[in-house]
């Protein structure tokens, strides 16, 4: 079946980094987009990356934008998100997605920026 193991969250100042991976398993991912979503509490879970599965085209959300990257290994079916100049407004838990037929969502990393 379709699994995820997302690492990398934490607590980190404004203005510092992190880089969120995800693993996968359960399926044929070289073949398959991914994308990142995150939820903020009392919020709605929104897009923030997407990813093509060469990695030739990637998309992000206009918050993000110039911040973020998202990247992929596909010899080791992971997906990252390095994630720069992070700001309190991206205090989210972030998940991992991929979607056929249906969507498939990692357990969720928390990120909190905090001073």
């Known amino acids: 079946q379709v699994q995820f193991v997302e690492s990398g969250g934490g607590l980190v100042q404004p203005g510092g980094s992190l880089r969120l991976s995800c693993a996968t398993s359960?399926?044929?991912?070289?073949?398959?987009?991914m994308s990142w979503y995150r939820q903020a509490p009392g919020k709605e879970r929104e897009l923030v990356a997407t990813?093509?599965?060469?990695?030739?085209?990637?998309n992000y959300a206009d918050s993000v934008k110039g911040r973020f990257t998202i990247s992929r290994d596909n010899a080791k079916n992971t997906v990252y998100l390095k994630m720069n100049s992070l700001k309190p407004e991206d205090t989210a838990v972030y998940f991992c997605?991929?979607?056929?037929?249906?969507?498939?969502w990692g357990q969720g990393t928390q990120v909190t920026v905090s001073s």
């Open positions: 997605n991929f979607r056929f037929k249906t969507d498939y």
């Open positions: 359960g399926f044929t991912f070289s073949s398959s987009a």
């Open positions: 990813i093509t599965s060469a990695g030739g085209n990637r």
